[in-house]
T-cell receptor
Framework: GENVEQHPSTLSVQEGDSAVIKCTYSDSASNYFPWYKQELGKRPQLIID?????GEKKDQRIAVTLNKTAKHFSLHITETQPEDSAVYFC?????????????FGGGTRLMVKP | TAGITQAPTSQILAAGRSMTLRCTQDMRHNAMYWYRQDLGLGLRLIHYSNTAGTTGKGEVPDGYSVSRANTDDFPLTLASAVPSQTSVYFCASSDWDNNEQFFGPGTRLTVL
């Protein structure tokens, strides 16, 4: 089955700096890669996703890049703000007729210091 | 609309007892999922259902069962709870046309 590894497990940045979180996956057939943000005691919420036919996707201060050959994808947050502090999870899945079963990475706790 | 709801919010359960965690969505999504999230860890898939009437096993299905009698409801049952099942349980749903999974608020379960 799929295996997703995520680094670093914790990341502390100064407000205004950029943050980068990296994930690798094992199943070359995976074709969907979402990123979720989870605040303390809350549910995970999708912040951005990318499909395997795209190399990069951007939404305001958030961007995701995908390297299918190397089987890794990264989340980039620019101009970080204190409200970006949360745990971020990457995930991967092979979307097909059987559904969309996500395999999650272990998470990255991002702390943005004012 | 309510989106996706879960009940109860939290529960303390004696080992050996059974319990059903409820999950209901009003978005008419085809697929539904159950995950568990242990302290400080990521989410792991327990069971899933691609459409009403079908279910499948995820990464950690042992000790859990599910049913999908209709589109909206996807209950998760622990037949005989054990302390290792102490976790936060999240239900999620998604539509075939859009891969995004929407999560419920979670159920915090403690098995003593």
């Amino acid at each position: 089955g799929e295996n997703v590894e995520q680094h670093p497990s914790t990341l502390s940045v100064q407000e205004g700096d950029s943050a980068v979180i990296k994930c690798t996956y094992s199943d070359s057939a995976s074709n969907y890669f979402p990123w979720y943000k989870q605040e303390l005691g809350k549910r995970p919420q999708l912040i951005i996703d990318i499909r395997s036919n795209v190399g990069e996707k951007k939404d305001q201060r958030i961007a995701v890049t995908l390297n299918k050959t190397a089987k890794h994808f990264s989340l980039h947050i620019t101009e970080t703000q204190p409200e970006d502090s949360a745990v971020y999870f990457c995930a991967a899945s092979r979307v097909n007729n059987a559904g969309n079963m996500l395999t999650f990475g272990g998470g990255t706790r991002l702390m943005v210091k004012p | 609309t309510a989106g996706i709801t879960q009940a109860p919010t939290s529960q303390i359960l004696a080992a050996g007892r059974s319990m059903t965690l409820r999950c209901t969505q009003d978005m008419r999504h085809n697929a539904m999922y159950w995950y568990r999230q242990d302290l400080g860890l990521g989410l792991r898939l327990i069971h899933y259902s691609n459409t009403a009437g079908t279910t499948g096993k995820g990464e950690v299905p042992d000790g859990y069962s599910v049913s999908r009698a209709n589109t909206d409801d996807f209950p998760l049952t622990l037949a005989s709870a054990v302390p290792s099942q102490t976790s936060v349980y999240f239900c999620a749903s998604s539509d075939w046309d859009n891969n995004e999974q929407f999560f419920g608020p979670g159920t915090r379960l403690t098995v003593l």
